[in-house]
């Protein structure tokens, strides 16, 4: 285990524990014990301490071993919101040894499935609201269930807990790919370290940050570039089950966040519900964002245009950055330099990064676009038992993320997917191909493509082409209200085009920038 980092635990009231102690732990859970009883989250039904945290997940590890000793990288789910449950669950799976799975709450009982097969899932930790939706669904798959409200602080007797190496498995993410199917992302413990320090030298986290979390916690973003960095640091995260505007400013307004990180679609919310607000009102809340010491925006393309209209409206420059599941975040505009809008910056520290043309030449000169390929510590490990299509993601030890970028006077800049079948949709990365296997199975849909087309809200719009069954009708409400038990919202699509026929090649293949042009 490495040595302890020092950097910036501040003054903040410490544990003292024996140095023999700590280096057997892991070395998040290490660096808590030295943030002991300040403040890790602040939730509307009270403040949690780092020594809370520790205690509470020292009995989920206990309540998840049982009578064995380890987990054994065993893969144990979650599908909790933000909060300290969240993370007293997320330590406990990895104290006792075990995979962290977390699950998205918008997703449906068939996508739950997937997640839970595919991953092999031995127990689900379940916050009670999603008792409906899990308890039948445990049943039938023969998994065990634990409600996370339920673990209190006499649910378990005080058990030793096993030693976790760093290079033990410690997580799996799922994301969809070129496949028809989402894969699920592998990192160790050393790779979600080194995604972490290298965040917390670049964007210089304190330990009297305080932050919100709103972010979906089965996404990269809210785990890592904002519990994880929080955590690590000694910070206070504050947590909200969704992005809800009104307390949100109101907290703004109130001075109570040092650092902001959101998606795009919540900035663009954000200019459209402050502009037409009164204005002394609207001040409050300016005031609150301008006094921040950093602000984020990630997970797609920051259009240019809301970087300039957020300066202008609150006088903070955006900081964009570029990261993906299987790496973590690779680029960053500058924390003290230039924030380019349009640009994603320059590699954080301990990532390397390269671009390669399609014919496979590494590419040495300024505005040639290539394929992004990312080597460095935080890179995953794996894709979950798909060995070759792990083989194949990685490129001599680089692993290819599929963007491509061309680099101009020093930062990248994100130039689009060389797979047509990948959508960032609101910060989501979807694939296409498993929502038209989902739209398939409407009745009235005999063929569809789906596309990505541009969206200043987000991104890039989920839209479907459909050709119907002889006599069908359908309209996108209908579409959308029949998706909803089968797709996440997210994946829903938000246009609909009725065609004759999907333009088609030569071979017969559905050529998708066809499709983007009919719409």
Known sequence: MAALDPVRIGTRPTVRRTQARIMNELSLIARARFHGEAVAIRAPNGKHSYQELLDRSAIVAGLLLEDDADLVEA??????????????????????????????LS???????YTLTDSQVSCLV????????????????????????????????SKPLPEVAPDRRAMILYTSGTTSRPKGVVTTHANIEAQIKSLVEAWEWQADDRIPLFLPMHHIHGIINVLSCAMWSGATIEPFAKFDLSPILDR??????????AVPTIYVRLIQTLEPMPEDKREEIIAGFAGMRLMVSGSAALPASVHETWQSLTGQRLLERYGMTEIGMGLSNLYRGERRPGAVGRPLPRVEIRLKSESGKLIEAEDQPGE???????????????????????????????????????????????????????????????????????????????????????????????????????SLEALRKWSRDRLSSYRIPKRLLVVEQLPRNAMGKVTKPSVVELF
């Open 75 to 104: 893969r144990v789910a979650c599908l909790i919101p933000a909060g300290f449950d969240y993370v007293a669950t997320q330590w406990g799976i990895w104290r006792a040894g075990g995979i962290f799975v977390p699950l998205s």
């Open 107 to 113: 997703a449906t009982v068939p996508e739950l499935e």
């Open 126 to 157: 379940a916050a009670c609201d999603q008792a409906e939706k899990v308890r039948e669904l445990c049943e039938r798959l023969g998994l065990r269930l634990l409600f996370a409200e339920e673990i209190t602080d006499e649910a378990s007797p």
């Open 252 to 261: 703004v307004a109130a001075g109570a966040w040092s650092l902001f990180m």
């Open 372 to 474: 992004i390929q990312v080597r460095g510590p935080g890179v995953f490990l794996e894709y979950w038992n798909r060995p070759d299509v792990t083989e194949n993601s990685f490129d001599d030890g680089w692993f290819r993320t599929g963007d491509v970028a061309v680099v101009e006077s020093g930062y990248f800049r994100i130039m689009g997917r060389q797979s047509i079948d990948i959508i960032k949709s609101g910060g989501y990365k979807l694939s296409a191909l498993e929502i038209e296997a989902a739209l398939l199975d409407h009745p009235a849909i005999r063929e569809c493509a789906v596309v990505g087309l541009p969206d200043e809200t987000w991104g890039e719009a989920v839209s479907a082409a459909v050709v119907l069954e002889a006599g069908s009708v359908l």
